[in-house]
């Protein structure tokens, strides 16, 4: 079946503006997470999702970051006011839920703020 | 101190050989623990879980000593495609399904 895709897959904009960034997780998996991950660092979380509410979000780095999961599906990353330091690879994964449940990444978004 | 700490290598290991990778974690209150691999602009995969008896898979070996709060992966008769990056990762939570990754650990096998 088909897996977790994200798009666009490349991002390239200019400090101070708008970014979504979206994701489309595996059908009927109820958890959807984001990271990030900086060259040469592990991923970093951002913010779950247990079917449209966020379980937590204490990974958002400040408040230009927020996400949405309106239906429990497709899941949107926004970035306001986007700042050179945001430039890294967006990942999302998503899973069937629990802890010990294995968590599907897609392919990422390249952002790159210049 | 960062949450999960693992050597960062890179490792140049020749083919055939065995290899050791060790990760340590900080929060005694870790609940399960995996190694993730990643290929170089991939995303990253689940290479295994690791549990408390330790457990194997193939040509893999994964260990945790919650005591001394460390985990390992082993490696036997790699292969030129084991060559990746090893991610490990801590979820410290139950209730909570948010993973803690390392930086990770280049691997380069060697023909």
């Known amino acids: 079946g088909a897996g977790v895709s994200q798009t666009p897959s490349n991002k390239v904009t200019e400090k101070g503006k708008y970014v979504e960034l979206r994701c489309d997780p595996i059908?009927?998996?109820?958890?959807l997470y984001w990271y990030r991950q900086s060259l040469g660092q592990g991923p970093e979380f951002l913010i779950y999702?247990?079917?449209?509410?966020?379980?937590?979000d204490s990974g958002l780095p400040n408040d230009r970051f927020f996400a949405v999961r309106p239906e429990g599906s497709v899941s949107t990353l926004k970035i306001q006011r986007t700042e050179r330091g945001d430039s890294a690879v967006y990942l999302c994964?998503?899973?069937?839920?629990?802890?010990?449940?294995?968590?599907?990444f897609g392919p990422g978004t390249r952002l790159t703020v210049l | 101190r960062k949450e999960v700490e693992q050597d960062p290598g890179p490792f140049n290991v020749p083919e055939g050989a065995t290899v050791a990778f060790n990760c340590t974690y900080s929060?005694?209150?870790?609940?399960?623990f995996f190694w993730y691999r990643q290929d170089c602009r991939k995303e990253p995969k689940l290479l295994m879980s690791?549990?408390?008896s330790g457990n194997e898979d193939g040509r893999f070996t994964a260990q945790l000593n919650r005591a001394s709060q460390y985990i390992s992966l082993l490696i036997r008769d790699s292969k030129l495609s084991d060559s990746a990056t090893y991610l490990c990762?801590?979820?410290?939570?139950?209730?909570?399904?948010?993973?803690?990754f390392g930086t990770g650990t280049r691997l380069t096998i060697i023909p």
């Open positions: 929060n005694s209150a870790s609940q399960s």
């Open positions: 690791v549990y408390s």
């Open positions: 059908s009927g998996h109820t958890a």
């Open positions: 999702f247990q079917g449209t509410g966020a379980a937590d």
């Open positions: 994964a998503s899973s069937a839920g629990g802890p010990y449940n294995e968590q599907f």
């Open positions: 990762v801590v979820n410290y939570d139950f209730g909570n399904e948010k993973l803690t």
